[in-house]
């Protein structure tokens, strides 16, 4: 079909989520998907990778040819007017390159989640990390890694939130277009009773308490004990996509993508779906009174 003469910038914004696909719904593109559309955000949706699994673990995972994968994220980016794109599960090294290349001429957000290992301990990325640094941190403008995941990335060790917060920062030199960090703290101290994630951003010199005060911005909640909690990486990341789309504004969105999936966690926390750690049931948000 031939393109009609409508200009890319007069279409609807659209997100579009580049992921694995979960077929027991709780994860990747089908969490994603779910998320956007809750929130009220139209997405497309170019999948990696496939995997099979279930709520008790990830058995096997089957990636996609990356020109493939490449041809599927060109099309959408030729037609829809995508201003916002986010990267979940990759699943190896020649996607990963694909990808980098035809991103290198998008010039909107890219919001990524290193999915590297999934919650059951399978990896989801393989074999090492070395083309998730080469060709997808250089088009990345936010990250949203767990603290396993921010441990592989830079090769520190993080021990406490002050390890992290540094190791986040070192982020900032491996990937030039980077915004913001958005640090998930839920495996952080897991006996505490309370999870604290933190948007932090480039130190712009060294200035001292008050600088560093200024770019680290934490988010507090009480923990949800649940084991319900499959996909809350995606879904925090994807939450965060569609609210920055909605507002532009990075901290509301970072503590509105954190409320999210606490309302969703507290929610899904009494539901068991399968017979392992069960998703969140994102169809039970209610947009209009934002619970
Ligand atoms: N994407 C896919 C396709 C997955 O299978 C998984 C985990 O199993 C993830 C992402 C990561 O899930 P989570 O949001 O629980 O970190």
């Not at 406490?160 to 703290?185: E, I, M, S, W």
């Not at 309370?194 to 948007?199: G, K, S």
């Not at 069960?278 to 169809?283: E, K, R, T, V, W």
Request: proline share 5%.
């Amino acid at each position: 079909m031939t393109k009609d003469t409508i200009k890319t910038r007069d279409l609807l914004p659209a997100a579009l989520s580049i992921a694995g696909s979960d077929p027991s719904g709780g994860a990747g593109i089908q969490a994603d998907i779910k998320t956007f559309t809750v929130i009220g955000v139209y997405c497309g949706a170019a999948i990696t990778a496939l995997t099979s699994q279930n709520t008790m673990g990830v058995s096997s995972y089957l990636p996609l040819p990356a020109a493939f994968v490449r041809r599927q994220v060109q099309e959408v980016l030729d037609d829809l007017n995508v201003t916002h794109i986010k990267i979940g599960m990759v699943g190896n090294g020649e996607i990963a390159a694909a990808l980098g290349e035809v991103l290198s001429s998008f010039a909107g957000e890219v919001i990524y989640d290193p999915v590297i290992k999934s919650s059951s301990g399978t990896s989801l990325f393989g074999p090492g990390s070395r083309a998730i640094t080469e060709h997808l941190l250089p088009r990345t403008t936010f990250l949203t890694p767990n603290i396993a995941e921010l441990e592989i990335l830079t090769g520190r060790e993080c021990t406490d939130t002050a390890t992290a917060l540094n190791a986040a920062q070192a982020l900032f030199a491996l990937a030039p277009r980077l915004k913001a960090v958005c640090l998930k703290g839920g495996h952080m101290d897991e006996q505490n009773r309370t999870v604290t994630d933190y948007l932090t951003r480039p130190a712009a010199g060294d200035q001292g308490e008050k600088e560093a005060a200024g770019r680290i911005f934490p988010v507090h909640h009480p923990r949800v004990f649940t084991r319900n909690t499959h996909g809350t990486g995606c879904t925090f990341a994807s939450a965060f996509t569609a609210y920055l789309m909605q507002t532009n504004d990075v901290r509301k969105s970072f503590s509105s993508a954190c409320a999210f999936v606490d309302i969703l966690l507290r929610k899904s926390a009494p539901q068991p779906v399968g017979h392992g750690a069960g998703p969140l049931l994102h169809h039970w948000f209610s947009p209009e009174t934002g619970g």
